[in-house]
């Protein structure tokens, strides 16, 4: 289909299909560590203590923007179900096949690209929200990283939390 450009179907099948994620960047983070995992040791204090304020900022942002992505779906009249087998179609090359009809089609593609519009800005506004903390994007995905990997890093933090 010329209509839809595959980025802007793949941005909005990420976006569109994010459930709870605890920071924009952990989407980008490996599932296991290169190199030697980062330890709590690695992490002063501070830098967690201003890990858990902007990845609560971050979250909100997300929350937000999920809520936009919901509304720019539900405004084609379609849901975030048949959006998301809309998007495994296209991929498939069967969209025409899986649509109801035309119809179906154009509010799709109006979907996938109000939905792709979103992302540049949620992405501005959660690099903001980590730098704001005095972290660099770079330190709070090495953190976020060590976080999902690393039990004494989650131990840490969670003792911060609870201070």
Do not use: W
């Given at each position: 289909?010329?209509l ?6 793949a941005?909005a099948?990420?976006?569109a299909?994010?459930?709870y ?7 980008q ?7 030697s995992?980062?330890t ?21 942002i997300q ?5 936009a992505?919901v509304?720019a779906?539900?405004e084609?009249?379609l849901?975030l179900?048949?959006?998301n ?5 296209h991929?498939?090359q069967?969209l025409?096949e899986v649509?109801?009809?035309p119809?179906?089609?154009?509010a799709?593609?109006?979907a996938?690209?109000?939905v792709?519009k ?6 501005e506004k ?6 704001k903390?005095g ?5 709070y ?7 999902e990997n ?6 840490k ?7």
């Amino acid at each position: 289909m010329g209509l839809i450009k595959k980025g802007t179907i793949a941005a909005a099948f990420i976006v569109a299909s994010m459930s709870y994620v605890p920071a924009a960047y952990a989407q980008q983070a490996s599932a296991s560590p290169t190199g030697s995992q980062q330890t709590s040791s690695k992490f002063s204090d501070d830098e967690l203590k201003k890990f858990i304020e902007a990845n609560t900022e971050v979250t909100e942002i997300q929350q937000a923007n999920r809520q936009a992505v919901v509304a720019a779906i539900e405004e084609q009249n379609l849901t975030l179900d048949r959006f998301n087998e809309l998007v495994k179609a296209h991929r498939q090359q069967k969209l025409e096949e899986v649509a109801a009809n035309p119809e179906e089609i154009s509010a799709f593609s109006e979907a996938a690209q109000s939905v792709a519009k979103l992302q540049p800005e949620t992405k501005e506004k959660v690099k903001q929200a980590i730098e704001k903390t005095g972290l660099t994007a770079d330190k709070y995905k090495k953190i976020m990283q060590a976080y999902e990997n690393n039990a004494a890093v989650q131990a840490k933090i969670a003792k911060l939390v609870n201070q």
